[in-house]
């Protein structure tokens, strides 16, 4: 089945410094990958939309300049915090769509947990 | 816009029993897809049961079946013979086959059995 693998799993960065979260998906090509923030016991909030090729659509409230997302390839799309503050440490996952076929399940990744000290 | 609704926050089984979750959601939308999703303390979003709007027939996945009342707007997920392992966050997810289109999660219902 489609496999998303997001790596890495946890990270902890200083405040100020600036973090990349990787999301592949290994076995089909992703033409749409999606990014959602998940506060402790919340539920997964759409961050942005993410088509191989273009810019990315960060949905209301989501800074575009703090939360850069690169779709460079059919199978790799990046999130970078930048300049990350304590208030960004949350739970991070991303999904992706296939091009073939009715993938309608979508897959996720594994998620990455940031925390910001 | 769609919405998804969950309006149990926690829920509690005793192993072996039946437990049933309630989801619903608003759309004015004819065709679209339902979904429920398990997030266990391992934070990994696992599907657990799809349903399409066009199919009058509930879908069912070994011991995890649905209850799709599509005029009622309702989708609730029946978990027979609970087992530990299902303890988890329950996600209720709508979903449109547009281009790009992401799901709408409800707010989950945080699953317990006893043992």
């Known amino acids: 089945g489609a496999v998303v693998s997001q790596h890495p799993s946890r990270v902890i960065c200083k405040s100020g410094t600036s973090v990349k979260i990787e999301c592949r998906s290994l076995?089909?090509?992703?033409?749409?990958m999606f990014w959602y923030r998940q506060f402790p016991k919340k539920s997964l909030m759409l961050m942005a939309t993410?088509?191989?090729?273009?810019?990315?659509?960060?949905e209301q409230g989501v800074e575009k300049d703090k939360f850069l997302i690169n779709h460079a390839s059919l199978t790799l799309s990046t999130l970078t915090v930048t300049s990350a503050h304590p208030e960004d440490s949350s739970f991070y996952i991303c999904?992706?769509?296939?091009?073939?076929?009715?993938?309608?399940?979508?897959?996720f990744g594994s998620g990455t947990r940031l925390t910001v000290v | 816009a769609q919405t998804v609704t969950q309006s149990q926050p926690e829920m509690s089984v005793q192993e072996a029993e039946t437990v049933t979750l309630s989801c619903t959601y608003d759309?004015?939308?004819?065709?679209?897809?339902l979904f429920w999703y398990k997030q266990p303390p391992s934070r990994q979003m696992i599907l657990v049961i799809r349903?399409?709007?066009?199919?009058?027939q509930n879908a069912t996945e070994n011991r995890f079946s649905v209850n799709f009342q599509k005029a009622a707007k309702s989708f609730s997920l029946k978990i027979s013979d609970s087992q530990l392992g299902d303890a988890a966050m329950y996600f209720c997810?709508?979903?449109?086959?547009?281009?790009?289109?992401?799901?709408?999660f409800g707010p989950g219902t945080r699953l317990s059995v006893l043992p």
């Open positions: 999904s992706a769509r296939g091009r073939q076929g009715r993938n309608y399940g979508y897959t």
């Open positions: 076995d089909f090509q992703a033409t749409t």
């Open positions: 993410s088509n191989e090729g273009s810019k990315a659509t960060y």
């Open positions: 759309t004015s939308e004819s065709d679209y897809y």
């Open positions: 349903q399409e709007a066009y199919k009058q």
């Open positions: 997810a709508y979903w449109r086959d547009n281009y790009g289109q992401n799901f709408v």
